[in-house]
């Protein structure tokens, strides 16, 4: 029986129920109680194909992850989300510039470890987690602090691209 005539059935998983953890470098840590949305990962397989007279055969190639993309609510206090976010792209690496002797920049060695352990996390309806997604070697590639409009009474949202080179699942 399906699960939406028998009561009995396991439930299915619901787009609602989810937790981001993000165990960044402490004092840039973005709370996860603030996420709106995320998007789980996903993967692609290349192709390669060998031509042969009038035939083609495909083989499967190399997996690339696409990005995961997270919507944060900011808010007015000292850990807002755009106040996190700075602080993780100093983290990576990232200065202003205050003299031409500052040669800093960013390292994916720097950038990996200021984000530290990503995790998506699905939960049933008591709380309790029905899978994880953990992002390994998880970076910032993108992030957008939101738009602001005088005719608007939304939240402000911040979107993060965070890129990361394979995803583990765990049921």
Same mark, same amino acid.
């Given at each position: 029986? /399906? !699960?939406? %005539?028998?009561a009995a059935a396991e439930d299915p998983k619901r787009k609602f129920n989810f937790i981001v953890e993000i165990s960044a470098t402490p004092g840039t840590?973005?709370?996860? +109680?603030? #996420? *709106? %949305? /995320?998007?789980?990962? *996903? !993967? =692609? #397989? =290349? *192709? #390669?194909?060998?031509? +042969?007279f009038n035939h083609t055969f495909k083989y499967p190639g190399s997996i690339t992850w696409d990005p995961v993309a997270l919507t944060f609510i900011d808010s007015s206090q000292n850990d807002s989300a755009s106040t996190s976010f700075m602080k993780l792209l100093e983290g990576m690496g990232y200065y202003v510039p205050s003299s031409g002797l500052d040669h800093s920049s960013i390292s994916k060695r720097k950038a990996v470890s200021s984000l530290g352990t990503v995790k998506l996390m699905q939960l049933d309806s008591d709380g309790? %987690?029905?899978?994880t997604w953990t992002l390994r070697n998880a970076f910032i590639t993108s992030v957008t602090f939101g738009d602001l409009a005088y005719g608007e009474d939304e939240l402000v949202e911040v979107q993060v691209e965070i890129d990361y080179d394979f995803a583990e699942y765990d049921s």
């Open positions: 029986m /399906a !699960f939406w %005539t028998d840590r973005p709370q996860s +109680y603030h #996420v *709106k %949305t /995320a998007s789980l990962p *996903k !993967f =692609n #397989v =290349n *192709k #390669v194909e060998a031509k +042969y309790g %987690t029905i899978n």
